[in-house]
């Protein structure tokens, strides 16, 4: 199945590896590099998806969760980040996964591709 994705990264070789490899999958990608222009592209997409990264240059994750959250929407999101996560964070926003960096881009398309809506995988 193909998604409508939103990738939020900042690390730009990286977010670039993480796009050409959904869009030659055929999934529609929407790219950001900070939180404001994250919540931009979600106020007007409905993405399947959002791949989110934690530390972000303006704000963080969390913070466009919480956003999202405030306007009582529902994104299915795989967190991913350089910083550990703590449980609790995990526990507050019930993220779909979190892969920790550097993840192996299988695990990421892996999860994307046989997505059976509440699958969780842990990084290592």
């Excluded at 526990?91 to 920790?100: Q, S």
């Amino acid at each position: 199945m193909k998604h409508c994705i939103v990738v939020v990264e900042d690390e730009k070789a990286l977010r670039r590896v993480i796009v050409h490899n959904l869009t030659s999958r055929g999934h529609s990608v929407l790219e950001a590099t900070t939180a404001a222009e994250a919540l931009s592209v979600l106020s007007e997409e409905r993405p399947d998806l959002l791949l989110l990264d934690i530390n972000l240059p303006d704000r963080s994750g969390w913070d466009v969760l919480r956003v999202l959250r405030d306007m009582g929407r529902e994104v299915p999101t795989v967190i991913v980040s350089a910083v550990r996560v703590s449980p609790g964070r995990l526990a507050e926003f019930k993220p779909r996964a979190y892969l920790p960096k550097p993840f192996p881009l299988e695990s990421l398309l892996r999860l994307i591709e046989h997505d059976h809506g509440d699958e969780e995988e842990d990084g290592p």
